[in-house]
Each structure stands twice: as structure tokens, then as C-alpha cells.
């Protein structure tokens, strides 16, 4: 897509927020079709060395643009700030159809603006619009700056090696901002293919004799498999009590209406992806739900009462990883009122 740019070396934030106006007038002046998406700012903290994996990241969000990006790339040993500044349009739009510009901010940053990003930050932001910071490569001094003036945080639970501060950080977060969690949404699709499981009336009665549920995933993504479990103890009326670490994996026993249900927490060395590899539900009376990955989608079993079997493949059940960043964006314009119930058992859980 064309696009208008300005930039200057050792500026200032005011400077930054001249050029988005003067850039805006000068495209209006040039077609007054041309007008700028108003909904969302995005602030995106990162380390320079890993600014461009970020930015292709962001191109290939799809229709979820932000409206305005602020990508603050952090540079060890700078102490002045550079920025560039771009203004994305469509090249020859339809006569008599208004044309949507999407505005980008790049400051240059050093270590030492962090604990002050705020004040780099406030004057730049479109006002009046929802702001999400994300900070993918930690900065939590950032982040904490930013707080006063964001609504959303976007992050990665499966990024920290300790989940349990992980999830106690998040915890923390969700005091005051809302939290939109990769590690959660890659989940989406196993937490809509159970509830579809257990949906038909002959089913439901299930779900009250649940005994044991075994979640498989990525080494490295424990957390989305604690809050898988921890999503089923909160809609289920469990009580999250916190998993013993065996060997390998964690196990452990949360509290029902109708007895205990066994829990484990069991990696997947196989597993090349963030998030699940595989769930399995058993129920006292001898049903079992089991979905893993496979090729394009989900292979699911299902084993009632009886010993009868059945098995079929879930068609698309996964954005994968390039759908999951743009799906996190969008989700900074909805509420998910499943989720924070889901964390604090979760936390209990890893606690």
C-alpha cells in the first residue's frame, strides 16, 4: 500500500504528533475521501534486534489493523529518540467510497525512557479511542508506565519459564486493565469443540459425572493448559486446589458437587506449536472425550457408556499462530467474561 511518511533523528513527542496532523491535512487536501480509521491505539514495546520478526507479525494481522501503532524499539546505549511516522492508504480508491488510513508511529528509544514511556506516549495517542500495550519481549517497567493510560494489555502467558509468576503477574494486571492472553485464545477452539461435545441433551447429564481430565501440551505452554482446566472448574463449579509436579507432569484432584476429579498436566515433546496437543475427558459412567491435533484440525473420539466408538476430524478448528495476534487485537473491542474466572483457578492451581 502507498504510504506518506515523515521522520526526524533526536525529536520529541510533540513533534511526532505535528507530523501525524500535517500528514493527515495534506492527504485530506490531495482527496477528501481519504479518511483515517478511528478505533483502536496499539503501543507495542520490543527490543530492536527483534523489531522486524515484530512488525511482519503485525502486517499479517488482516482486517485487525489498529488504527494508530506505536512501536517503541528499545536500543541499549541510546539516550535521544528518532521516529518515523507513515500514513497507509489504498492507492485509487472507488469514486464516492471513503478511503480508510491506517497511521504508524516508529520511535527509537533507549533503556532509560522506559520507566517514563507514559510521557513519551500520551501526547502520540489518538484520544478518546481504546489503547492496548503490548510487550512482547517483557519491559513490565513499560507496561506499568503505561498503565494510567492504556485499557487493554495484550500478552503471552507460554512466554515466562515460571508460570506461576507468570499467572501471578496477569493476576495483577487484571486489577486494572483488561487482559487479552495469547496462551488463552489459542484454547478457543478445544473449549468450543467440548462445549459442542457435551451441547446434546443426551450428553449434558454428563458433565456433573466428570472424573478425570488430562490436557497435553507443548513443554513450554503449561499455562494454556492450566487455563483450560481452570476454564472447566470455573464453569463447572470445581474447586481449584493446587497440582503436586511428578516427575514429568502435574497431577492432582479438584473438588466437585459429585466427588473428585483427577487432573493432569502431562507435556508433549511432539508438539511443535504454542499452545494444546491434545484434552481427554472421562465420566464416571465410562464416557470419554478425547481431541488431539492433527492435520487440518482436530481428531476426536468419543467412547459412550456402552463401549460404542466413534471417530471423526473437526475440520479448521485452529487460526494457528498467524491468525492467533490478530485475533488478540480484536479482542481488546470485546469482553470475555470467562476468562478471569478461568485465571485465578488457574493460579491456584500452579500456585
Not at 520511535?107 to 502520540?124: M, N, S
Not at 465420566?283 to 488431539?292: E, F, K, N, Q, V
Request: glycine residues 8%.
Amino acid at each position: 500500500m502507498p504510504e506518506d511518511v515523515w521522520s526526524e533523528q533526536d525529536t520529541t513527542p510533540s513533534a511526532v504528533e505535528e507530523a501525524f496532523r500535517r500528514l493527515l491535512f495534506e492527504r485530506h487536501a490531495a482527496d477528501a475521501a481519504y479518511a483515517p480509521a478511528r478505533v483502536l491505539n496499539l503501543v507495542v514495546v520490543v527490543d530492536r534486534e527483534w523489531r522486524g520478526e515484530i512488525a511482519n507479525r503485525l502486517e499479517r494481522v488482516g482486517r485487525y489493523h489498529a488504527s494508530r501503532t506505536i512501536l517503541c524499539t528499545v536500543e541499549p546505549g541510546r539516550t535521544t529518540m528518532d521516529a518515523r511516522v507513515s500514513m497507509e492508504y489504498a492507492d485509487d480508491p472507488a469514486p464516492g467510497a471513503p478511503a480508510v488510513m491506517h497511521e504508524g508511529a516508529e520511535l527509537r528509544i533507549g533503556p532509560q525512557h522506559l520507566r517514563a514511556l507514559d510521557t513519551v506516549v500520551d501526547p502520540i495517542l489518538v484520544q478518546g479511542l481504546i489503547t492496548m500495550v503490548w510487550s512482547p519481549h517483557g519491559h513490565d517497567e513499560a507496561v506499568d508506565s503505561l498503565l494510567r493510560l492504556s485499557h487493554v494489555v495484550l500478552l503471552d502467558s507460554v512466554e515466562e519459564l515460571d508460570v506461576r509468576a507468570a499467572l501471578g503477574r496477569v493476576e495483577q494486571l487484571a486489577q486494572r486493565v483488561y487482559i487479552v492472553d495469547l496462551a488463552w485464545l489459542r484454547s478457543t477452539p478445544w473449549r468450543e469443540r467440548v462445549c459442542a461435545t457435551f451441547d446434546p441433551p443426551q450428553w449434558r447429564g454428563e458433565l456433573r459425572r466428570i472424573s478425570g481430565v488430562t490436557v497435553r501440551h507443548r513443554p513450554e505452554s503449561l499455562s494454556s493448559a492450566a487455563l483450560f482446566c481452570g476454564w472447566l472448574a470455573s464453569r463447572l463449579g470445581w474447586r481449584a486446589d493446587a497440582l503436586t509436579y511428578v516427575r514429568d507432569h502435574h497431577e492432582g484432584r479438584l473438588r466437585a458437587r459429585h466427588g473428585a476429579v483427577a487432573v493432569r498436566l502431562e507435556p508433549n515433546e511432539q508438539q511443535h506449536v504454542p499452545g494444546l496437543a491434545g484434552v481427554t475427558i472421562e465420566t464416571a459412567s465410562g464416557m470419554s472425550i478425547s481431541l488431539d491435533r492433527g492435520p487440518g484440525g482436530l481428531s476426536a473420539r468419543r467412547v459412550d457408556p456402552k463401549g460404542r466408538e466413534w471417530r471423526w476430524t473437526v475440520l479448521g478448528a485452529s487460526r494457528g499462530e498467524t491468525g492467533i495476534l490478530g485475533e488478540g487485537v480484536r479482542q481488546a473491542l470485546l469482553r470475555d467474561p470467562t476468562y478471569r474466572p478461568a485465571l485465578d483457578a488457574a493460579a491456584a492451581m500452579v500456585a
